[in-house]
């Protein structure tokens, strides 16, 4: 089998195991759209300061830097609880590469990431964010290294570490 087939067959894997808790799916992404909500008017005043015309266009890309930083450090504790139930052993058995079996993992951190950045950005725009097309796709394309570079990073400490 190939690198690609590979992760992608664990990729799918893992996505069908979150899409099956359909709860944890809904806190993914509400938890952008609750902070947009609270914390966005609080921030008009700040804003003004700045020269922008609204908090959205302030506000949308330190949510896309909040959520590439924290919404993928903590993709190693999904990696430390399928540690102790066995499942890395028994795919540690299969013919994959091992780093094809990271890679499927990091796949799907990262579709993650870019849907919430998607809705995120999707609202900003709705509730009247001044940016740029090129703007914000450039914000979801550093969102996505950035998160990418820290879910590697939280998979290789779970790894080492094996423990919360």
């Known amino acids: 089998m190939s690198f690609f087939?590979?992760?992608?067959?664990?990729?799918?894997?893992?996505?069908?195991?979150?899409l099956r808790n359909p709860a944890w799916v809904l806190i993914g992404l509400m938890e952008p759209v609750l902070y947009l909500f609270l914390f966005g008017p609080l921030l008009e005043p700040i804003a003004k300061q700045f020269g922008y015309e609204n908090s959205w266009t302030f506000f949308v890309p330190g949510m896309l830097v909040q959520l590439g930083l924290f919404g993928a450090?903590?993709?190693?504790f999904g990696l430390i609880s399928e540690w102790r139930d066995g499942v890395v052993e028994a795919e540690r058995v299969t013919p994959a590469s091992r780093v094809a079996l990271l890679m499927g993992r990091l796949w799907r951190d990262l579709l993650q990431l870019f849907v919430q950045a998607l809705v995120l950005i999707g609202l900003g725009y709705v509730l009247g964010m001044d940016a740029s097309a090129g703007g914000a796709?450039?914000?979801?394309?550093?969102?996505?290294?950035?998160?990418?570079?820290?879910?590697?990073?939280?998979?290789?400490?779970?790894?080492?570490?094996?423990?919360?």
């Open 5 to 18: 087939r590979e992760s992608y067959i664990v990729f799918r894997r893992q996505l069908r195991m979150n």
């Open 73 to 76: 450090f903590f993709a190693g």
């Open 137 to 164: 796709a450039l914000g979801v394309v550093l969102t996505m290294l950035m998160g990418g570079a820290c879910a590697a990073a939280s998979n290789a400490l779970a790894l080492t570490t094996k423990s919360e």
